[in-house]
């Protein structure tokens, strides 16, 4: 028994083995990995609301009980502001509550994306009552915002400042008081922004996830063989036998 698997084929086999096993569990993960639109995302009763409140021309909603974070007076300005810049701006305000049908408020974010019969830029404002935010940002349809720099490839050139406001339209930058900050935000959209189109699984980042498979696969399967020969070797050597069956 230990001849057999003290040969350096039959080593070198098993390890193959683990590599193919290896290579096929992760062409298996880069192929699954598609973005695809999920249309099983039904919207809770206050997303809702947003949701028909946007579909009939409102730009701002504050879910009930959220008016400790923005007032009548500051949605009636942000709407002033959306409606004079023309801004594809469609804001949600919601307080943080375990009650509100979502883990999280990316879940939510993910429920208005697939559900939203406008085009534009949503905006999910969720502040918790430690005063923590947990913002999302993105475009409708299950898009994202294009990152500054890539805004150039899309045929919009900004200047200096236009730039650094639109940087900062990120749920990472939700920090401070929120009407003016979305004020903000809506004068920094560019035109077009709501044109932009859905990205494509990248054939290229797919073919690359195939070649890694097929090396790491390889190197684990060469691993696997010089591991359980070097095992067997060592075995062989504490029962007082060669380290290798070649020549005994």
């Known amino acids: 028994m230990t001849r057999f698997f003290g040969s350096w084929p039959v080593a070198g086999l098993i390890g193959l083995l683990c590599g193919v096993i290896a290579m096929t569990a992760m062409i298996g993960r880069a192929d699954g990995g598609s973005p695809s639109t999920r249309e099983d995302l039904a919207a809770g009763d206050i997303l809702q609301t947003a949701l028909d409140a ?6 701002v909603v504050v879910a009930p009980g959220s008016r400790w974070i923005m ?10 502001v959306i409606a004079e810049e023309a801004a594809p701006l469609y804001v949600l305000v919601i307080g943080q509550s375990w009650n509100a049908g979502y883990a999280q408020a990316g879940h939510a974010f993910d429920q208005l994306q697939a559900n939203a019969e406008v085009n534009g830029v949503l905006a999910l404002w969720e502040e918790a009552s430690d005063r923590s935010i947990n913002g999302e940002v993105g475009l409708t349809g299950d898009r994202r915002l294009p990152s500054g720099w890539a805004l150039e490839d899309l045929g919009i050139v900004l200047t200096p400042e236009e730039q ?52 790491f696969g390889v190197v684990l399967g ?15 050597v504490s029962t007082g036998r060669p380290f290798s069956t070649k020549g005994s």
Not at 173 to 185: C, F, I, R, V, Y
């Open 54 to 59: 946007f579909a009939a021309g409102d730009h």
């Open 71 to 80: 007032s009548e007076e500051q949605e009636a300005e942000l709407e002033t």
């Open 164 to 215: 650094t406001a639109y940087d900062a339209i990120d749920p990472y930058e939700m920090l401070g008081e929120p009407a003016q900050l979305l004020s903000t935000w809506a004068r920094a959209l560019p035109p077009g922004i709501e044109d932009v189109e859905p990205e494509q699984p990248n054939a290229d980042t797919r073919r690359e996830d195939r070649i890694f498979g097929v090396v």
């Open 222 to 236: 060469a691993l696997g063989g010089l591991f359980l020969w070097v095992g067997v070797g060592v075995v062989r």
